[in-house]
């Protein structure tokens, strides 16, 4: 069953500490995407990847960090200076790169700051 | 960079009626216009998308149109049935660069 696939889908951190959500795709998608979804708000880029070991920064790059070491996994790891972290998280592929075609979403991940 | 603008922000309407969401972009390079639905608890999907050079699409009941020289684009659902019902979003992008989302439209269709 092809698709993407976020973990965990809750999450509770503590103030000061990192966590890092998962998103792994069977997808063989080239481009996979970090969006933050808050309501009123739409959906914000935080980061993207074209292509293995490369990612650029979006909008609100700011106390995030991604690694892209395999074509099928984009985790993102929040970071202790990220300052309202509370959010829904959604990760997204495409076959090529943003404006090529259909963005794929997971189910989102949805973290909150304790 | 683009910046894309949605109204409205919350929209009801009978089911039955057509509903209508805009959307403007601010960078005349965009090229792109995807619409996604959201259903409550669900993952966004895409619905329909328009590229710059055609200035309509349609899909059953669901239609698309856009003027690149004001720069906007709308979604047009004509028979509203309830499940319907959902968060819509809209987005701009530039060929391989960022795609931008507007905040978001919440229709609810009343049975």
């Known amino acids: 069953d092809g698709g993407i696939t976020q973990s965990p889908k809750y999450l509770f951190r503590k103030e000061g500490q990192n966590v890092t959500l998962s998103c792994e795709q069977n997808l063989n998608h080239d481009a996979m995407y970090w969006y933050r979804q808050d309501p009123g708000q739409g959906l914000r880029l935080i980061y993207y990847?074209?292509?293995?070991?490369?990612?650029q920064k979006g909008d609100i790059a700011e106390g995030y960090s991604v690694s892209r070491e395999k074509k099928e996994s984009f985790p993102l790891t929040v970071t202790s200076a990220q300052k309202n972290p509370t959010a829904f998280y959604l990760c997204?592929?495409?076959?090529?790169?943003?404006?090529?075609?259909?963005?794929?979403f997971g189910e989102g991940s949805r973290l909150t700051v304790l | 960079g683009e910046n894309v603008e949605q109204h409205p922000s919350t929209l009801s309407v009978q089911e039955g009626d057509s509903a209508v969401i805009k959307c403007t972009y601010s960078?005349?390079?965009?090229?792109?216009f995807p619409w996604y639905k959201q259903e409550l608890g669900k993952r966004p999907q895409l619905i329909i998308d328009i590229r710059s050079n055609v200035g309509e699409k349609k899909d059953q009941r669901i239609a698309v149109t856009l003027n690149k020289t004001a720069k906007h684009f709308s979604l047009h659902i004509t028979e509203t049935q309830p499940e319907d019902s959902a968060v819509y979003f809209c987005?701009?992008?530039?060929?391989?660069?960022?795609?931008?989302f507007g905040a978001g439209t919440r229709l609810t269709v009343k049975p």
């Open positions: 990847s074209q292509i293995v070991n490369d990612f």
């Open positions: 987005a701009a992008s530039i060929w391989n660069n960022d795609m931008r």
């Open positions: 960078d005349s390079a965009s090229n792109y």
């Open positions: 997204a592929s495409s076959i090529g790169g943003t404006g090529t075609g259909e963005l794929f």
